[in-house]
């Protein structure tokens, strides 16, 4: 298993199977965009506290927006065969869904470059994501994270994707 190129061949590795990072250099400079999401649910009591911004250590969210940015700037740090990228943008949101007690995660990355922002925007999402947990911890142990996806990408050779039923 593994990303294919044009041809149906896997690009992170060569012909004798070894992990290799996909040479990029041919590739035109285009405007390329990511968007991702997930779900932090929690206890009635810690979303309270998130939503009031009384939780102990500080602002949850605005710490969490900050480690989803720094996140972002860092894959090439995290996940072995990615490019280091010149990132020329990274919005982290939040929406709370008191209904249902859960800290809805959003990220958006751009690039003018050759290769896209995809593991950017899901890292972004990630860390915030595992920064509000950090926060919440001791009020609620049992948070639980999910649904972390692509939502939508565009720019590249492979043109735009969007998840069905997402935006």
């Not at 280091?84 to 709370?96: A, E, G, Q, R």
């Not at 008191?98 to 990355?109: G, L, P, R």
Request: glycine share 8%; proline share 1%.
């Amino acid at each position: 298993m593994g990303v294919k190129d044009s041809t149906g061949e896997l690009t992170h590795f060569d012909k004798d199977g070894n992990a290799v990072m996909v040479d990029v250099s041919k590739k035109s400079e285009t405007e390329r965009v990511a968007h991702a999401a997930g779900k932090v649910s929690m206890s009635a009591e810690a979303f309270a506290k998130v939503r009031s911004g009384s939780i102990s250590k500080g602002d949850v969210l605005g710490i969490a927006r900050v480690a989803g940015i720094m996140a972002a700037k860092k894959v090439d740090d995290l996940i072995p065969l990615t490019h280091p990228l010149l990132i020329t943008k990274v919005n982290v949101d939040f929406s709370l869904q008191e209904e249902e007690n859960i800290v809805e995660v959003f990220a958006t990355v751009g690039i003018c470059g050759k290769t896209g922002v995809e593991m950017e925007a899901l890292t972004a999402v990630s860390v915030a994501a595992l920064t509000i947990y950090d926060m919440c911890k001791a009020v609620d142990k049992s948070m639980v994270i999910s649904d972390i996806r692509l939502l939508k990408k565009t720019g590249g050779k492979s043109g735009t994707y969007l998840r069905n039923n997402e935006t």
